[in-house]
């Protein structure tokens, strides 16, 4: 079935704005919709976050289909990609808390006092902590493989935790390490490295291009099959924006384990100690990819609806499955939309969560 998507090089459906964002300058996606926005929801945005290795064109299925409905949609380059800032040393800039004041700030910049969130991958667990540091602004949330993982009270280091509880997450061992910055460099390494971790595939089926609990085999990148999730323009064009900055900036994200724990934790505890943690009051939306090797089906046992998530803090959960790998929103994007234009249409247009309450979904100015 074809999808209808944003043309990657020029869409006169999006616009590539820019913003300067508490001392960073960030590259985003904006488009409104032709026909007019639908009642309250005229002033209601559609913010979504990316994962990696992925840029704000990651949505280029979705954008359409929710301009369709009367959306105005913001997709921003993550700190370290495409058009936005990739600072070197600073971790901090990588956090959540950074990036959930970042675009609070681009929606005060907008005029907008409501916004949802939706997120994948790394922006899966963006919008849990944005709606978390920003209760007042994030109406909605929804997530695209990732779970919600509660903040701890004691800070894991992740060698403990791949040894432990997630060894899928191994890879990231070599994500922080430096190695894949080091070996891929240059434009054309780019693009062989993306070309990976979008599913290109080898001509020998025994060589295992990427495995969970090592991560990339970085040799022979160059001989792998054309991936089946991008065209080889949108594969151009993914190299293009990488290129601006290398590939430091986007591996920066799985050093910051430790300074996220932090900020969460000072943020719990900035009007003193707390004797429980706070619920994410709420609806949320989160689409499971069932044979996704990275974010596995068994990280996500405690989002039950109807259960209120993981230790109550999740009492509006609605969860629904695709049977597709991780590039979810690209492998079955038909699927995928009709899931979150359900949702949108259902929860947000309608006005009812799990309780049935009416919900109050946008309000600002018009730009």
Not at 154 to 170: A, C, G, I, M, Q
């Amino acid at each position: 079935m074809s999808v209808d998507k944003i043309n990657v090089w020029d869409d006169p459906r999006v616009q590539k704005r820019s913003a300067h964002l508490n001392g960073r300058t960030y590259g985003y996606l904006y488009g409104e919709p032709r026909e007019g926005c639908r009642g309250t929801i005229f002033l209601v945005y559609f913010l979504q976050f990316h994962g990696f290795p992925d840029i704000s064109m990651g949505w280029r299925y979705q954008i359409p289909m929710l301009l369709s409905l009367g959306l105005r949609v913001v997709a921003p380059d993550c700190m370290g990609y495409g058009r936005t800032d990739a600072p070197p040393y600073t971790l901090r800039d990588y956090g959540f808390k950074r990036i959930s004041d970042d675009m609070a700030e681009l929606a005060r910049q907008l005029g907008v006092d409501r916004i949802i969130i939706g997120g994948h991958d790394w922006g899966g667990g963006i919008v849990y902590r944005f709606a978390f540091y920003h209760p007042t602004l994030v109406t909605h949330v929804f997530s695209i493989c990732t779970p919600y993982l509660a903040p701890q009270p004691t800070y894991t280091p992740l060698k403990l935790l791949t040894r432990t509880t997630v060894p899928n997450f191994s890879y990231q061992h070599q994500f922080s390490s430096g190695a894949i910055e080091e070996s891929i460099q240059t434009r054309s390494q780019i693009k062989s490295f993306l070309n990976a971790a979008y599913g290109g595939k080898p001509a020998d089926p025994a060589l295992v291009v990427f495995n969970p609990n090592a991560g990339f085999n970085l040799a022979g990148l160059e001989k792998l099959g054309h991936t089946p999730s991008l065209s080889e323009e949108e594969l151009e064009y993914y190299a293009s924006e990488f290129s601006r900055n290398g590939l430091h900036g986007p591996c920066n994200w799985y050093r910051t384990h430790e300074i996220n724990w932090e900020d969460e934790w000072e943020y719990i505890f900035r009007f003193g100690e707390v004797k429980e943690l706070p619920r994410l009051e709420q609806e949320v939306l989160f689409v499971l990819a069932t044979k996704d090797e990275a974010l596995r089906p068994e990280m996500a046992r405690h989002m039950v609806e109807g259960g209120e998530g993981p230790k109550g803090l999740l009492p509006r959960l609605r969860r629904r499955e695709v049977e597709v790998g991780h590039f979810a929103h690209w492998e079955s994007p038909a699927e995928v939309n009709e899931v979150i234009k359900g949702w949108v249409e259902e929860v947000v247009f309608g006005c009812k969560g799990e309780g049935g309450g009416k919900e109050r979904v946008g309000t600002g100015s018009k730009l």
